[in-house]
């Protein structure tokens, strides 16, 4: 997708209105227009990113310092009683705009928010998630 066709790049130019909530140099939050619940934000670099791959690793840290202080207001000012952080990354992971954002969606206890992904989890027997891990695990796992 072209800069120019980007429906958040526009946001950032102004092309499109937005109800922020958050600006700085590097990055703009602002409200979901078509929220999973009251106060759902997406916050965005302000320079275009297709996926996570594409992020610079210094927007990284600091892009993690301003979805805390986002996540912070949110429950402070709305009352949640928690949130939860989604970013998708591809179409086939829901990604419908190419321009790399978090969601960051305040939640309170007892809302219906995520019911039916929960409802699909099943489980998983001992010998397939010892495949899985042999498939993706890295060769050498450091002591964190």
Do not use: Y
Request: positive net charge; glycine residues 4%; proline residues 3%.
């Amino acid at each position: 997708m072209l800069k120019d066709e980007c429906i958040f790049c526009k946001i950032i130019k102004g092309v499109i209105p937005s109800f922020k909530v958050f600006e700085d140099e590097f990055f703009l939050g602002f409200l979901d227009i078509n929220p999973l619940s009251k106060g759902h934000t997406i916050i965005i670099p302000k320079e275009h990113f297709s996926t996570i791959f594409d992020l610079p690793e210094d927007l990284s840290n600091k892009l993690f310092k301003n979805i805390k202080l986002i996540a912070e207001n949110i429950i402070k000012n709305l009352n949640a009683d928690g949130f939860n952080l989604l970013q998708n990354n591809f179409k086939a992971a829901g990604q419908e705009i190419d321009h790399f954002h978090f969601h960051i969606i305040p939640r309170w206890n007892n809302d219906k928010v995520f019911k039916e992904i929960i409802k699909s989890q099943h489980k998983v027997s001992n010998n397939e998630l010892l495949k899985i891990q042999k498939l993706i695990n890295f060769k050498k796992i450091s002591n964190i």
